[in-house]
Structure formats: structure tokens, C-alpha cells
């Protein structure tokens, strides 16, 4: 249900977003009914200075739960907090379905405010999710009081995600530790969204502050990072508004001196439609529950590259020998979950592939070759198929040649999904034009020969964007010496020169049936999925991505795989 609500949400904004006219955004309230589905907020609650609130402690927390729930919020980052606070909105929430990770920074006798005979300080992050991984470490500070870097790591929205708490040092030179703590955000991501957000002491008037380029920049690892409250208009600087731009460095303010320093930072990559509003919880003439503003934070976010069912992890399908389709549902690590049969018959024979959304609603949709022609199957939320429809401008003529056309992702580095079809004379590029009325298309442009004839005689695997530039690049297994070769894609161009990947070969013979899904693990690397040759039957074998190639496999599925015509 809340995954429905959230949808009908996000096209409640989609639908506004299309109605508004263009020229200057309107002020970026972000309203609990229409903001998009990641949700998160961030708060220094000054738990123990002069700032301090003067409200009980069960009172404090009622309104800091109220808060919470009011937005709907997945994650809570909350700094300058007391250990007792922590405890008790630690309990409070626990019935609402969050865990909560602690980072100590020191003692202060400001605390025994809340009670209690602990009288710790520091950060505090609640996931609403039922277990999650905690990493904590401390910035180098120069003498002052210890900075930790807390992150939990867990599902939000079906997706492990990172969730990385900070309160920066102005003392902390050059950036205030900005660049320290990204560093083991980067380590603790392994490749997963990162959420990073907390007090940064930068941003010291609403306006651009170089301590937070190295966050805005991002690492290889975690890629760069979007200000959640970078697009409201009546904060923009005037150099921004005189530029007409859409997204300005500055944002609103977060203390009463009118100074931003709380931030709200994500991962590009894995998200968009970055919003976030400022606000004071208490009424109009009360006491402030903190010298500083909460700070609610939404985005969107990304297409999981291979994943079917909605749950952020990559997925595949296959045909069995009765003309049935199976989706089999990743678990994360390579492992799977109960084989679901999605189509019952008329697979017989068919090629199927599922990488990018050619509907246009933000879902990952299954291409198929049946026969001579060519077939979207809409994916409606969780991996079963919606209603067929004809690949736009060329259904038909799709097995001349012994063509197998391949649903490939964003190969050409346009932001559309494109089909690579392998033929006799090659491999050829088909690209992808925008989805017009829930309909897939193509570009009105010519199939690119991207690959010459040699083609012919490979299985083309694809594991999606391997370099990091966006482009979806392409693995070429040998069908007669079962060596597997890495080609990058250079856009609307030939393949970049084969790069030979270790650990094989992984010869049909002994390997029939072979599928990538991406990066299946989270280590940035992309993994393979195998039938294995087992006496006068078939295993399925889990194949981790190296730096170099593949690792040792594991044995996933036993006896049954040999029935399988086709992994996709």
C-alpha cells in the first residue's frame, strides 16, 4: 500500500510538472502528499548547548516521531543529539518499523537535561527497515571535539542504500572533513545509493561554498552527488536567476541567522527529482525546538538496471522448452528466490531481454523476438507483463539473418534504452527514441554497424554500463572457444577493441546458457549467471564479477536447467 500511495504521488508531481509553464520555479514547498518517494530528513537538534529545547523528554520525542511520520520519512538524521534522546526516539519509532544506529563523539554534561545517566553526544540515524549494517569512524580533527562519519546501510525503497549522517568542523581544513567523510561513504556504499546529509558548517550564506565541492564532485565509487534543495527559485543567488538556470548552489536558509548550514546530499546516479524544504516544527510564537531548521529532503529514484520486481535488485528470465516464460527474482549475492512462470505458452523459441524502460513510466520493460517479430511486453510493477505491444516503426523482420535483437540498455549514451541485434553480418545498434503515448519507439536514424563480422559466431552478454561513463558496454563470449571479451561502448560508434576477461574460458560445451543482470553483489562489478554442465543434467552457477573478469562459482540451482532454451 505505501509503495501504491508513494506512486500515485510521484504522478500527482509528474502530472503538475508537465502542467506548469515555463520561467522561474515557484517556491519549493514540499508538500508530504506530492514529494517524491525517498524521503528523508535531517535535523540538529542542539540536544546539549544553550539552544537546547526546554521541553521534556517525552514531549521532545512525541514531536520529533510526529515529524517522522508526518513525512512519511525513510530515513531520520539527527546531530547534536544526547545518548537519552537517542533512546528514546530509538523506542518510539521502533513500533513504526525503523532501526536506529548510534555514533558517539564525547561527553557533555549538557545532557543531563534529558535524564539519564549517560551523558553521551553525537549522531543518530533511523532507517525504516528491519535490520541494517552500522559503519562509524572518526574525521581528523585538529584537537577539537571527535566528529564521527555514521552511515547505516539497508533497504529504502527495495534498494540497499547508504545512509551517511555528519556534523563537520569548520576547524577541519580545507573542507571541514567533506572530503574525509566521503571517503568512507565511498567504502561502506560498495556501489549501493548513498544518501549523505547532516550539518555541514558550509554554505555559510545560503550561497556556493567550496567545502562542499568534494561532495558535489563524489568518487569513482558512490559517482557525483545532487543538493536536494538546490531548485528553489526565491533562493537563488541573483547570478543564478540572471542565468535563467534550473538548479542554483545556494538553497534556503536552515538557522535563524539566516546561514544554510544543513545539507541534504545524493547520489545522481541513482536518483533525480532532488527536493527539500526548511522548516521550524514548533507554531509561531513557541519556543524553537533548535537554533536550527528541520530540514525534509525527497528525490526519486533511478531505474535499477535488471530488476523486475521493484525490490533494487537485478533479476532474469528464462524460456523453457514447453514455451513457458520464469522470472527468477534476485535476493542479492547472486542467490534467487522462488521461480514465478509469467507466461504460460507461446515463448517457444522466442529471445527475451529486459534492459530499460521503453513504456516511459519508470520501469523496466521485457523485449522479445518471437517468430520475425519484435515485441515490448510492459512491466507492471513486479515483474509480471502487462499487454504487448509491436516495437514501434519496425516490428517485423527481426529474425533475417538469424538476428537476435537484444534489449541492451543506453548504449549510444542518449538517456533511451537501445537494442543490439547480433546477424550474420555482425552486430548492429538500434537506437531508442522516446516512448509516445506508453508506446515504445525507435530513433528515426539508421541501424549503426558497431561490430563486424566475427559477431556472429558470439553469444552477446550484457552487463550493463562497466566503465562508468554512462554507457551501456557489451561482453562478447566466443562460441568456439568459449573466451569472453570486454568491449566498451564509444556511443553511436564502433566497439571500443576487445578487452579479454579472466577466469575462463567458459566454453558452451560446459556453460549452454549464459545471462548478466549487472552488478548483482554491490561492488560495482558486473556478475554472470551460468547452466552448468552436470552429468546428462544441468546446475545454474553464480559467477562473482573481479576486477579482471569473473571469480570462483557457486552453485545456485541444482539438476533441471538443461529444460532451459534461452536465460535473459
Excluded at 564525547?106 to 553521551?120: F, I, L, R, S, Y
Aim: proline share 6%.
Amino acid at each position: 500500500m505505501r509503495l501504491l500511495q508513494r506512486a500515485m504521488a510521484a504522478l500527482a508531481l509528474l502530472v503538475s510538472a508537465v502542467l506548469t509553464t515555463a520561467g522561474p520555479a515557484a517556491a519549493d514547498t514540499v508538500d508530504p502528499a506530492t514529494a517524491p518517494s525517498v524521503r528523508v530528513i535531517s535535523y540538529n537538534v542542539c540536544g546539549a548547548s544553550t539552544c537546547q529545547s526546554t521541553l521534556d523528554l517525552p514531549t521532545w520525542t512525541a514531536k520529533i516521531k510526529a515529524q517522522t511520520l508526518a513525512w512519511d520519512a525513510d530515513a531520520l538524521m539527527l546531530q547534536e543529539l544526547c545518548f537519552t534522546q537517542w533512546t528514546s526516539v530509538r523506542d518510539a519509532l521502533a513500533d513504526a518499523g525503523y532501526t536506529a544506529v548510534w555514533g558517539f563523539a564525547t561527553k557533555t554534561p549538557g545532557c543531563a537535561h534529558w535524564g539519564g545517566t549517560d551523558n553521551g553526544f553525537g549522531l543518530g540515524v533511523f532507517v525504516k527497515t528491519a535490520a541494517v549494517d552500522r559503519y562509524t569512524a572518526n574525521l581528523t580533527t585538529p584537537g577539537t571535539e571527535p566528529r564521527p562519519v555514521l552511515c547505516a546501510r539497508g533497504p529504502i525503497d527495495g534498494r540497499t542504500t547508504l545512509v551517511c549522517n555528519v556534523h563537520l568542523d569548520q576547524k577541519i581544513t580545507p573542507d571541514n572533513g567533506s572530503a574525509e567523510a566521503l571517503a568512507h561513504a565511498d567504502t561502506w556504499a560498495a556501489g549501493a545509493p548513498v544518501i549523505f546529509g547532516g550539518d555541514f558548517n558550509a554554505g555559510t550564506d545560503a550561497t556556493y561554498d567550496p567545502m562542499l565541492d568534494p561532495v558535489r564532485q563524489g568518487l569513482p565509487g558512490t559517482g557525483p552527488f545532487g543538493e536536494a534543495d538546490e531548485n528553489d527559485w526565491d533562493y537563488f543567488t541573483q547570478p543564478c536567476k540572471d542565468a535563467l538556470v534550473t538548479t542554483c548552489h545556494s538553497g534556503e536558509p536552515t538557522v535563524a541567522s539566516g546561514k544554510k548550514f544543513d545539507h541534504v546530499f545524493l547520489s545522481t546516479r541513482d536518483f533525480h527529482t532532488l527536493r527539500a524544504d526548511a522548516l521550524e516544527p514548533e507554531p509561531e510564537g513557541t519556543a524553537a525546538l533548535s537554533d536550527h531548521k528541520l530540514l525534509r529532503a525527497a528525490a526519486h529514484p533511478k531505474l535499477a538496471p535488471g530488476d523486475l520486481t521493484g525490490d533494487g535488485r537485478p533479476d532474469f528470465l528464462a524460456v523453457k522448452d514447453d514455451g513457458s516464460l520464469r522470472l527468477y527474482p534476485g535476493t542479492g549475492g547472486g542467490a534467487l528466490g522462488a521461480m514465478r512462470q509469467i507466461g504460460t505458452g507461446g515463448w517457444a523459441g522466442s529471445v527475451v531481454s529486459h534492459r530499460g524502460d521503453w513504456t516511459g513510466d519508470g520501469r523496466e520493460d521485457v523485449v522479445a523476438r518471437i517468430g520475425d517479430e519484435l515485441w515490448v511486453y510492459p512491466n507492471t510493477g513486479n515483474g509480471e507483463l502487462g499487454a504487448r505491444l509491436a516495437m514501434g516503426g519496425r516490428p517485423t523482420g527481426w529474425s533475417n539473418g538469424g538476428a537476435t535483437p537484444l534489449a541492451a540498455g543506453d548504449v549510444d549514451g542518449d538517456g533511451l534504452p537501445d537494442v543490439l541485434a547480433r546477424s550474420t553480418t555482425g552486430l548492429w545498434l538500434h537506437r531508442g527514441g522516446q516512448a509516445v503515448d506508453g508506446r515504445p519507439t525507435f530513433a528515426a536514424k539508421a541501424a549503426l554497424n558497431i561490430g563486424g563480422p566475427e559477431w556472429a559466431g558470439y553469444d552477446v552478454i550484457l552487463p550493463g554500463d562497466v566503465t562508468g561513463d554512462g554507457k551501456a558496454d557489451v561482453w562478447g563470449r566466443d562460441r568456439a572457444t568459449g573466451d569472453l571479451k570486454q568491449y566498451a561502448s564509444q556511443g553511436a560508434t564502433a566497439l571500443a577493441a576487445p578487452v579479454a576477461l579472466t577466469g575462463g574460458p567458459w566454453t558452451t560445451a560446459d556453460r549452454r546458457l549464459a545471462v548478466s543482470a549487472g552488478d548483482v553483489t554491490g561492488d560495482g562489478l558486473p556478475d554472470l549467471w551460468t547452466t552448468r554442465t552436470a552429468g546428462t543434467a544441468e546446475n545454474l552457477e553464480f559467477l562473482p564479477g573481479t576486477a579482471t573478469g569473473l571469480g570462483t562459482p557457486t552453485t545456485i540451482g541444482t539438476g533441471g536447467w538443461q529444460w532451459l532454451t534461452w536465460l535473459g
